[in-house]
């Protein structure tokens, strides 16, 4: 299993553009997130996913938009990038034991906001 | 809102001595999860406490939770170099749709000096 994979690993956007965040996970697993990490700060969940076509905002949903079409993919768009997005970027899936969440994380993506 | 709260945030250790590091809370969770996170890296699984009173140790690491008192301690024993890094606790919480999610501190970096 290649577990939860993303793509770019960094990316340089400037004040405007957009982009779309890739995110992948082969481990059939319902649930999937998305968070930011800010230096300093612990990770803010932006949205999650609880299955295919089941998306719902987190914390800090602004400036973002997710789409779930399959349970294997979970995109993250940003619209129109502005410097306070700067930040890495961390997909996650997770499955309930029963017992509690095992949650497994992607690589990041660090990205840069210009 | 949930509030999770780390202390210290930052910790600097010679090689061979002990600390704790601290996990508060502050409403019901049974559950709570660490993290450790290398530099540049995503995160990675430490522990999982389940209920009031649960400890798991792995190596020079052991976890403890307290529901009662909403704390959860990470005791950190004769340490080595290799413990450096970033270490997570997170709490279990619902989201506004009533699925679960966690809910991180702002991590504790540690570094473990010759």
């Known amino acids: 299993n290649a577990g939860v994979t993303q793509t770019p690993k960094f990316r340089i956007l400037k004040i405007g553009q957009s982009m779309t965040l890739q995110c992948t996970q082969d481990?059939?697993?319902?649930?999937m997130y998305w968070y930011r990490q800010d230096p300093g700060m612990g990770l803010k969940l932006i949205y999650y996913?609880?299955?295919?076509?089941?998306?719902d905002k987190g914390e800090v949903p602004n400036g973002y938009n997710v789409s779930r079409s399959t349970t294997e993919d979970f995109p993250l768009r940003l619209e129109l990038a502005a410097p306070s997005q700067t930040s890495v970027y961390f997909c996650?899936?997770?499955?309930?034991?029963?017992?509690?969440?095992?949650?497994?994380f992607g690589p990041g993506t660090r990205l840069t906001v210009l | 809102e949930l509030k999770v709260e780390q202390n210290p945030l930052f910790l600097s250790m010679q090689e061979g001595k002990n600390y704790t590091i601290y996990c508060n809370y502050s409403?019901?969770?049974?559950?709570l999860y660490w993290y450790r996170q290398d530099p540049g890296k995503s995160l990675e699984s430490l522990f999982v406490?389940?209920?009031?009173?649960a400890v798991k140790q792995e190596g020079r690491l052991m976890a403890s939770l307290d529901t009662k008192a909403r704390l959860s301690t990470l005791h950190i024993t004769a340490a080595v170099h290799d413990l450096s890094a970033t270490y997570f606790c997170?709490?279990?919480?619902?989201?506004?749709?009533?699925?679960?999610?966690?809910?991180f501190g702002k991590g504790t970096k540690l570094t473990v000096n010759p």
């Open positions: 996650a899936s997770s499955y309930w034991t029963g017992l509690g969440l095992e949650q497994f």
């Open positions: 481990m059939n697993h319902n649930y």
């Open positions: 996913s609880v299955g295919a076509g089941i998306t």
């Open positions: 409403t019901t969770s049974d559950r």
């Open positions: 406490l389940l209920s009031n009173g």
């Open positions: 997170a709490v279990d919480a619902l989201t506004q749709g009533g699925s679960e999610k966690l809910v």
